[in-house]
């Protein structure tokens, strides 16, 4: 019997681990020598990533059941919960009661995690808990933490997220956890969906790039004008600045995405400068857009982390668009030209 199995060794558990975000940390702190309990809903075979390593221990749990999350807690010294219902803006405007179910999760991890006397804890919000009329302006102000309030989040999902906020604070409060909370922006890179309805906005558009260049019609389609803007963080950024934070004793919501805003127009003409390629836009005014312009303002991380995401588009969109093609050419049973020949050089986005 090893050492974990005795209960000598204390794992982390990583719910949400079959996801995209919780299945790079997953693969983070097992690198890091942890050893990490990694669960989620959906089959193992449906997995983003196959977590190939030996502490990695993967179990298909839904956790929106009690019995499940304590048992999931049983054992751990830290938990780390990325699991929700979620996806892109088309997605969450068309399951908001899907997504409201969510609360289910945080709710019974963070009671395991009391009863269990476990204290360290990481809550994954979103930056869809803030306030719908501080964001109807492409050139808005880049959002602080106060602007989560007075509360107007998007419907459904931000509603879940800032709920679980407020239920994280109390534990804390009257229990003694730990629970720190990071409201991420965008985040994107390789191993995300891109398709099948939940992918978010940058892996979509390299899709929709991808599979124009593949098909030979050179036309996109874009949900809006494509002036709505946003910012967007790599992968390597927020598995970075979750681990700095789980380093710190703060539990006040923090900002963890770039502050470098930028419309969807633009966003499209830097992968097609990586691509290599022009295409034709068309524009859906009727498709979901979301708010109309949403960035982050970092000078709270950088008063409590003294660091901030530092990873430029220029740097994370080839490396994804890469990934991305690669597994639509294996998909379609094509030969799949090496990484290193599709991560072209950073290009601007002028």
């Known amino acids: 019997m090893d050492e974990v199995s005795k209960g000598?060794?204390?794992s982390k558990l990583v719910a949400g681990a079959g996801g995209f975000i919780g299945g790079h940390l997953a693969k983070s702190l097992a690198r890091q020598g942890h050893h990490v309990l990694a669960v989620d809903i959906k089959p193992l075979?449906?997995?983003?990533q196959a977590l190939p390593y030996e502490?990695?221990?993967?179990?298909?749990?839904?956790?929106?059941?009690k019995d499940k999350c304590y048992q999931a807690v049983q054992g751990c010294d830290a938990v780390y919960?990325?699991?929700?219902?979620?996806?892109?803006?088309g997605f969450i405007e068309r399951n908001k009661a899907l997504c409201m179910q969510s609360v289910l999760i945080n709710t019974h991890l963070l009671m395991a995690c009391r009863d269990l006397a476990v204290r360290e804890y990481f809550y994954a919000s979103s930056a869809c808990v803030y306030n719908r009329e501080k964001q109807q302006d492409a050139n808005a102000p880049p959002l602080t933490e106060s602007d989560a309030y007075p509360a107007m989040p998007?419907?459904?999902?931000?509603?879940?997220?800032?709920?679980?906020?407020?239920?994280?604070?109390?534990?804390?409060?009257?229990?003694?956890?730990?629970?720190?909370?990071?409201?991420?922006?965008?985040?994107?890179?390789p191993y995300g969906a891109y398709e099948g309805g939940r992918e978010k906005a940058p892996a979509a558009l390299c899709r929709k790039v991808i599979e124009a260049?593949?098909?030979?019609?050179h036309e996109i389609e874009i949900w809006g004008d494509g002036e709505q803007t946003r910012s967007f963080m790599y992968i390597d950024d927020c598995l970075a600045g979750i681990q700095k934070l789980?380093?710190?004793h703060c539990t006040e919501p923090l900002n963890l995405g770039r502050n470098d805003p930028m419309s969807i127009n633009?966003?499209?003409?830097?992968?097609?400068?990586?691509?290599?390629?022009?295409?034709?836009?068309k524009y859906d005014p009727t498709a979901p857009q979301g708010v109309r312009g949403r960035n982050s303002d970092n000078t709270k991380i950088k008063e409590v982390l003294n660091w901030e995401p530092r990873i430029d588009l220029k740097i994370g969109l080839p490396k994804t668009y890469a990934w991305i093609k690669r597994d639509i050419t294996q998909k379609t049973h094509r030969s799949p030209l090496p990484l290193h020949a599709m991560a072209q050089k950073p290009l601007s986005a002028e």
């Open 266 to 281: 633009d966003f499209v003409t830097l992968i097609e400068k990586i691509a290599r390629i022009k295409l034709e836009r």
């Open 246 to 248: 789980m380093a710190t």
């Open 55 to 65: 502490n990695i221990t993967r179990r298909s749990w839904d956790l929106e059941g």
């Open 213 to 217: 260049e593949i098909s030979g019609n």
């Open 8 to 10: 000598r060794v204390k």
């Open 45 to 48: 075979s449906d997995w983003h």
């Open 81 to 89: 919960n990325l699991a929700c219902n979620m996806g892109g803006i």
């Open 154 to 189: 998007d419907d459904g999902y931000g509603w879940e997220k800032l709920f679980s906020e407020r239920m994280c604070r109390d534990f804390s409060e009257h229990y003694g956890i730990i629970a720190r909370i990071a409201r991420l922006h965008n985040v994107y890179g």
